[in-house]
């Protein structure tokens, strides 16, 4: 039975009020004695992330909050196993710090990195299950849970992928921290990349953007500054908290402060099919330290959007709390005034980062989920115009992208067409920004920053 055991986990007032609540999304575990061992080591196992880490991550975006700061997060809709190899994990970080170069830029402001990486495994389904050819299997719910093969074995629950899932985020941790603290992410070198992106035809138009780019690195360095310092970056690891069996199992009590920190990463976020307030996930993220993102949709109104933040941020404690709105490009100018005025006019001070891809999800006329390049960028436009027009901050950037040159969203300067999604679509799930397409995106705000 799922979420029955405690497993080994230490007590703490609270952290297993959850397991009383309706929960939705979770799996029904096929062998209950797989189960209760899996957990059990789980909770047995070293951290993956560090509660000092989590909390300066609270600063950093408690800055965001305040307009000093913007949050760049990005990563696959479904991270693998299979997925997790030295090559795709570079190419994603590599993406990330290219994209948070010319953003920071943009900005005149420090990005913060995020990935959805090192612990992304766990999806949330519209149908608990799948029909192919007349055949009914339980759906796939990302790797942690079961496999993507069409097979009943396959697609068994199988608590152990649990500890995979551990083992897979401790290994995509491991790379990460190296790149970002090994000169890999030298600001020179990242800003090189990007010159050779917009040296191709396709993206002329960004050519002068990186022009300025480069006169700056130049003004820096004639400054005196010291880029070996600049070497290194801060790298954030965030994923959706959805899956609770294995997030209890890995919050730990932090020796400094005595309080909880859900150590699975520096970041979790809540979906929006499990935001419901009197329900587990809530109520389980409610209770440990780390900074947590609440997605929602274009049905949210600003009275869930309160009695979110009563709930999660009752101290109204600044970078706690983080509202990813995710409206969908027709919605997004007429739904979001509301929600950001209603939050504004009671005081609290969050953050408000766009997700400009889970709202213009569309299948193509060859039957792929895909995103339009248009809608995704339309969606990015209308958060940034609600913004300015009521004075608040445009604060980050959450997005669906790989560093890699997959055929999985529409369009582009450099432009995808559906034809391309038969020998180019690798997603498991939800389609992905490729590395050109997360590059544009991040020229294209970075104007919008700018202006
Ligand atoms: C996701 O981020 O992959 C996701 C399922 O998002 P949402 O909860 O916003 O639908
Ligand atoms: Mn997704």
Same mark, same amino acid.
């Given at each position: 039975?799922?979420?029955? %055991?405690?497993?080994? /986990?230490? +007590? ?6 959850? *397991?009383?609540?309706? =929960?939705? $999304?979770?799996? !029904? ?48 809709? %479904?991270?693998?196993? /299979?997925? +997790? ?6 190419? *994603?970080?590599?993406? =990330?710090? $290219?994209?948070? !170069? ?350």
């Amino acid at each position: 039975m799922p979420g029955a %055991a405690t497993g080994g /986990a230490v +007590a703490y007032p609270g952290l297993d009020d959850w *397991r009383k609540l309706p =929960i939705s $999304q979770q799996p !029904v575990w096929s062998d209950v004695s797989v189960y209760e061992s899996s957990v059990k080591e789980l909770s047995m196992l070293p951290p993956l992330v560090f509660a000092g880490e989590v909390d300066d991550l609270r600063d950093r975006l408690a800055l965001a909050a305040q307009g000093k700061a913007f949050l760049l997060q990005g990563g696959d809709c %479904a991270e693998t196993f /299979a997925g +997790a190899t030295a090559d795709k994990i570079s190419a *994603r970080v590599k993406t =990330i710090l $290219q994209m948070a !170069v010319v953003l920071t830029y943009g900005a005149s402001m420090p990005v913060i990195k995020m990935g959805r990486m090192a612990g992304q495994f766990a999806k949330p389904r519209s149908s608990n299950d799948e029909t192919r050819d007349g055949v009914t299997l339980p759906a796939f719910r990302g790797d942690i849970v079961n496999g993507f093969e069409f097979t009943p074995q396959s697609r068994a629950h199988d608590a152990s992928r649990m500890l995979k899932a551990y083992h897979t985020s401790a290994s995509t941790l491991n790379l990460i921290r190296a790149f970002t603290q090994g000169g890999f992410a030298d600001l020179r070198l990242v800003h090189q990349w990007n010159r050779g992106f917009t040296q191709n035809p396709a993206h002329a138009r960004y050519e002068s953007l990186a022009k300025d780019i480069d006169r700056a690195i130049k003004f820096m360095a004639s400054c005196g500054a010291d880029f070996e310092a600049l070497k290194r970056v801060e790298f954030f690891a965030s994923h959706e908290a959805l899956l609770l069996d294995y997030e209890r199992a890995l919050t730990r009590i932090d020796s400094r402060t005595g309080l909880p920190y859900d150590t699975s990463g520096h970041f979790l976020w809540i979906g929006e099919r499990t935001r419901e307030l009197d329900q587990a996930h809530i109520d389980f993220l409610s209770r440990v330290r780390n900074p947590i993102g609440v997605k929602l949709g274009p049905g949210t109104t600003g009275e869930d959007a309160l009695r979110l933040i009563d709930k999660l941020d009752p101290d109204r404690e600044p970078g706690r709390l983080t509202f990813i709105t995710r409206m969908g490009a027709r919605n997004i100018r007429e739904k979001l005034p509301q929600l950001v005025r209603k939050v504004t006019d009671s005081g609290a001070q969050v953050l408000w980062v766009t997700d400009p891809m889970h709202g213009n999800t569309v299948t193509s006329p060859n039957g792929y989920k895909t995103r339009n390049f248009d809608d995704v960028i339309d969606e990015v436009r209308g958060f940034f115009e609600v913004h300015k027009s009521l004075g608040t901050f445009p604060g980050g950037l959450h997005v669906e992208m790989t560093g890699d040159d997959v055929a999985e969203c529409l369009g582009g300067a450099d432009p995808i067409d559906q034809e391309a999604f038969l020998e180019g679509y690798e997603s498991v799930c939800d389609p992905r920004l490729n590395h050109k397409q997360s590059l544009e995106m991040a020229f294209l705000v970075a104007g919008a920053l700018s202006n």
